[in-house]
């Protein structure tokens, strides 16, 4: 049995760290609902959207909708620049429903937002939504207070890192907008000036609680741009060091691990912080390697400031269920930016970062826990998915004598830190799978990656392709891929160590690609890309997916899930006999093999030597002919009677066979005079088709004394410079525009800081605080830019001498 509640007005609640919301008038008569299809809802079908849902910009993908995991659905209105606000039922009256209310609460935010919407992400416990675009970042309170209009909520906006991302002086963008997911209040931005920051709602909005700047090549070593340029990153899933994790993609493909990095207050369960902590005693400080028993050391220390409660021994897990975080960060140390993570096999490693089959750059990023397995995730522009496991378990590493610069209120009690994160040099020679635990744990190493597979999605190839990634909420194992072709779902087969853990010896399987949805309209120029994705899932194991067009129509589909992960069952005896030959067909029974067979045999009485002299008129002789005449009367007679009645009961069943294979010769004869007309439309084509080639290759032939016909192809040299070349046009060229404009922005934000943030600075704790050491600060940015400027301008220079060349020799050839 389902159980429904009316979900339809809002709750008066008090969110943690969030401001509590007005409480509903009481006087207001509360408004018939009628259950609706989703996909036939008003709110999908208004007019006039066209223009609105769409943008020719998308850098961002678009995402107007969300689930708060339970019964209420989001959809943001472009036209309107409102959120309607949806009670759905799922699997009503029939599990392939999907029932909305109507109608809908609109929420409105309190203030005019003056930029497009792209994404809208809503918090765990659904008391937030934050709406980004290109232009600005806001989060909504969804509880907020009755308006004048009819179905119509006022909510709190507040806009979000205004003055370091949406100013108009700099040009820092948002990469990644992300929820944490121990948190509520807490929200984690990625952005183009290779920072990636932590805010606190409950507290400053303008002012991040947390910073890290990303430093992924050691100074002074030369690289491309594209290692250097974030694109996307993922918090890490509720397995070990994994929950403080933050996985995050660069261009280039390479993939680096921030940890620890926990939000102030965040909340985490008491078993798995024991779980660390019993971990980091056991296989850390019994260890024989000195630099392992540092760096649990460090570890432990780190666990028992953040988490006090572990150094009590009298609280246990009775009377603490859950640890609330406690803002800590170690004087001495900052976090090591750890990777790039390479790939393994069980024999040989690979330095490679990303294999060279997949095409152009990296775009999206995603990390899914399936069971005992991690499993990460990266979409490439070229429309290939690099499927890899960690082989090794992520553990936090700290680069000593690189002091953080931590910020303090008037009780001394941490509220801001920042540290730069270098990437450390790591021994390529533990890139091995049969290495035992002595050689890995706790050394400092990253995790390797276990490829799994490489999935193409084969999509138009076209540049600057964007593939949105999500996990199915009830199989972790399926992945949906949202890109301008449609959506499809990438089912993994093959998990190694929860295979290996629960005993299954199952040979490497690939995953399994089915494609959901295509918005293709013939051609691949005419795809539109959705405009949202949502996947559903109640407890009953139905699931869903909701996807939006950019005409703002609604598109439900159910999804199977019982026989997703059922391998195929193939009897070998039954292939053995199929391979041998095709099987007899059932031919039906006419007469019983009874009847065919013949009467039976009869077995004659003994009879007397002097039977022959017996007369028949005699009583002896009368007494034999009647023994006789009566088994023949037995056998013979009535086997006459059963052979006519068998024959007078298959007459029918004969006559319908026949006329069956009548009907079967007679269809079979007008397929075979539909072919004979089709032949000589066939052959008029074939002589069509014969004139059309020779036509094109008299045109050939034309073409070919054409002067440009007689060009040399480029050497296999030649063409490797030219792709390079295409690579630091379209990409390298892009990454150092936007670094400079980056060290600018920060250029501009230091030395015109306002007065009021001194008194700040003064509390912050740092070794080095001299005037004179802002100077030398601000000239070697200086002379960073110069030295940037003076490479994009010799660059500039080296591509016009190679272009010039090219020109050269091509008018040469000709």
């Known amino acids: 049995m389902r159980y429904n509640f009316d979900l339809s007005e809002p709750r008066d609640a008090d969110v943690g760290g969030l401001q509590s919301a007005t409480p509903t008038s009481a ?11 989703l996909q036939n809802h008003p709110v999908f079908s208004a007019p006039n959207r066209d223009g609105a849902a769409h943008s020719s910009n998308f850098t961002i993908p678009k995402n107007l909708l969300a689930w708060d995991g339970a019964s209420r659905l989001y959809f943001w209105d472009s036209y309107k620049s409102c959120l309607h606000r949806l009670s759905v039922r799922l699997g009503e009256p029939d599990p392939t429903f999907v029932l909305a209310a109507s109608p809908s609460k609109v929420l409105q935010a309190d203030m005019q937002l003056d930029f497009e919407v792209q994404r809208i992400s809503i918090n765990r416990n659904g008391s937030a939504l934050f709406l980004v675009g290109l232009d600005g970042l806001y989060v909504m309170y969804l509880y907020g207070r009755t308006s004048t209009k009819e179905n119509t909520v006022i909510c709190r906006t507040v806009s979000v890192g205004s003055e370091i991302y949406f100013d108009k002086n700099n040009s820092i963008r948002t990469l990644q907008v992300c929820w944490h997911p121990y948190s509520d209040t807490h929200l984690g931005i990625l952005s183009s000036d290779s920072v990636f920051r932590v805010y606190d ?15 992924p090549v050691e100074p002074g070593s030369l690289h491309n741009a594209t290692s250097i340029c974030p694109v996307d990153f993922s918090f890490g899933g509720d397995h070990l060091w994994d929950r403080f994790s933050v996985f995050i993609l660069f261009s280039d493909g390479s993939v680096y691990i921030l940890c620890p990095v926990v939000p102030f207050g965040s909340v985490y369960k008491w078993e798995s912080i024991l779980e660390l902590y019993s971990d980091a005693h056991v296989f850390g400080l019994k260890s024989s390697n000195s630099k392992a028993v540092k760096n649990s050391n460090l570890a432990i ?17 009775e009377n603490a269920s859950v640890l609330r975080a406690q803002p800590y960060a170690l004087f001495d140390a900052s976090i090591s930016l750890q990777g790039p993570l390479r790939k393994v096999s069980h024999v040989v490693e690979e330095d490679s970062v990303h294999p060279q089959v997949c095409e152009g750059r990296a775009v999206s990023f995603l990390y899914d826990l399936v069971s005992k397995d991690s499993i990460v995730v990266t979409a490439w522009s070229g429309g290939q998915l690099q499927i890899d496991a960690l082989a090794d378990e992520v553990q936090p590493v700290w680069k000593v004598d690189s002091p953080p610069r931590v910020c303090l209120d008037s009780t001394d009690s941490i509220v801001g830190l920042a540290m730069i994160c270098e990437s450390l040099s790591s021994d390529t020679s533990i890139l091995k799978l049969d290495l035992p635990p002595d050689h890995t744990l706790w050394l400092g190493h990253p995790p390797p990656l276990l490829r799994l597979a490489i999935v193409d999605l084969a999509l138009p190839r076209r540049s600057g392709s964007v593939i949105s990634m999500f996990v199915d909420p009830l199989i972790s194992e399926r992945i949906y891929c949202l890109h301008d072709g449609g959506i499809d779902s990438v089912v993994l087969h093959f998990l190694p160590f929860t295979n290996q853990s629960s005993g ?32 559903l899932s109640d407890s009953f194991g139905d699931s869903w997916i909701v996807g939006l067009t950019p005409s703002s129509e609604c598109i439900v589909l159910e999804m199977e899930t019982w026989n997703t992960l059922v391998p195929p069952i193939i009897d070998k005896v039954d292939k053995l006999i199929d391979s041998e030959g095709p099987k007899d067909t059932d031919i039906p029974t006419i007469i019983s093999k009874e009847l065919l067979t013949g009467p039976r045999v009869v077995l004659l009485p ?33 086997y006459a009677h059963k052979v006519y009645f068998e024959l007078q009961h298959h007459a029918p069943h004969v006559k319908k066979i026949i006329d069956d294979q009548h009907s079967r010769l007679h269809k079979a004869q007008q397929k075979i005079l539909e072919v004979e007309r089709k032949q000589e439309k066939i052959e008029d084509r074939i002589e069509h088709a014969v004139q059309f080639h020779s036509k094109l290759e008299e045109r050939l032939q034309s073409l070919r004394h054409l002067p440009a016909a007689h060009k040399r192809s480029l050497s296999k040299a030649e ?15 892009d990454a150092l525009c936007s670094s400079i404009e980056a060290v600018n922005a920060r250029l501009k934000r230091f ?40 490479v994009n301008i010799e660059n500039a220079k080296k591509v016009k001498v190679v272009e010039s060349a090219l020109k050269c020799r091509e008018i040469g050839t000709s």
């Not at 220390?301 to 897990?317: C, G």
């Not at 390079?724 to 990409?731: A, F």
């Not at 704790?765 to 050491?773: I, N, P, T």
């Open 27 to 37: 006087s207001t008569p509360k408004e018939k609902l009628e259950w609706l299809s």
């Open 201 to 215: 709602l409950s507290s400053a909005l303008g002012q991040p609680e947390q910073e890290y700047y990303l430093q």
């Open 301 to 317: 220390s780190w666990l028992e400031a953040t988490f006090p409660e572990l150094a009590r021994k009298e609280v246990h897990a």
């Open 504 to 535: 299954k010896e199952d040979m490497m399987r690939s995953p399994s690609v089915h494609p959901v949805l295509s918005t293709f309209q013939g051609e691949a120029s005419s795809a539109s890309p959705l405009c949202g994705f949502l996947a």
């Open 606 to 638: 003994p009879s007397s030597p002097h039977l022959r002299s017996v007369a028949a008129d005699s009583i002896e002789g009368r007494s034999t002919l009647h023994q006789y005449f009566k088994l023949f009367h037995e056998n013979y007679v009535e």
């Open 719 to 733: 063409r490797q410079f030219k792709s390079e070349l295409d690579r630091y046009r379209g990409v390298e060229l």
């Open 751 to 790: 030395t015109h800081s306002p007065q009021a943030n001194r008194s700040n600075e003064q509390r912050q704790l740092s070794v080095r605080r001299k005037s004179h050491v802002r100077e030398n600060e601000m000239s070697l940015l200086k002379a960073s830019i110069e030295k940037l400027s003076l």
